[in-house]
C-alpha cells in the first residue's frame, strides 16, 4: 500500500512563499502520474497541478505562472514551489498518486492519496 506524507505548509504572509514536499513510501510497482489537489473550507477538492514520469506537467488556470510542480522519480517525491501566495491560496493542499501494476495479463492502476498540509496565506 504506498502511503504519501505531505510537508511544508505552514502560515504565510500574502505575497510571499512555500514549498511542498510528498515522499511516497511503500511503493510496489509504477507511481505514474501524481498531483496537487486543495480543498478550501467548505469546497470542493480541486486540482492545482498533475505531473508524469516525464515530469510534463500541468496547472490549474487560477496558479499558473505562480507555481511550479516538480518530481524527483528516484526518490518517489513531487513538490509544489508556492509564488506570490493570495489569500485564495488557502486551504488544505493533498498529494495525489497513480500506482500501476502491469503483468502479461493483467494491468491495475490504483490512486493513493495522503493527509494533507495546511496552507494558510493572511493578508
Known amino acids: 500500500q504506498v502511503q504519501l506524507v505531505e510537508s511544508g505548509g505552514g502560515l504565510v504572509q500574502a505575497g510571499g512563499s512555500l514549498n511542498l514536499s510528498c515522499a511516497a513510501s511503500g511503493v510496489t510497482g509504477r507511481l505514474n502520474t501524481m498531483a496537487w489537489y486543495r480543498q478550501a473550507p467548505g469546497n470542493e477538492r480541486d486540482l492545482v497541478a498533475t505531473i508524469n514520469r516525464e515530469s510534463t506537467s500541468n496547472y490549474a488556470d487560477s496558479v499558473k505562472g505562480r507555481f511550479t510542480i516538480s518530481r524527483d522519480n528516484a526518490k518517489n517525491a513531487i513538490y509544489l514551489q508556492m509564488n506570490s501566495l493570495k489569500p485564495e491560496d488557502t486551504a488544505v493542499y493533498y498529494c495525489?498518486?497513480?500506482?500501476?501494476?502491469?503483468?502479461?495479463?493483467?494491468?491495475?492502476?490504483?490512486?493513493?492519496w495522503g493527509q494533507g498540509t495546511q496552507v494558510t496565506v493572511f493578508s
Open positions: 495525489n498518486a497513480m500506482e500501476s501494476h502491469s503483468t502479461s495479463h493483467v494491468y491495475e492502476e490504483n490512486f493513493f
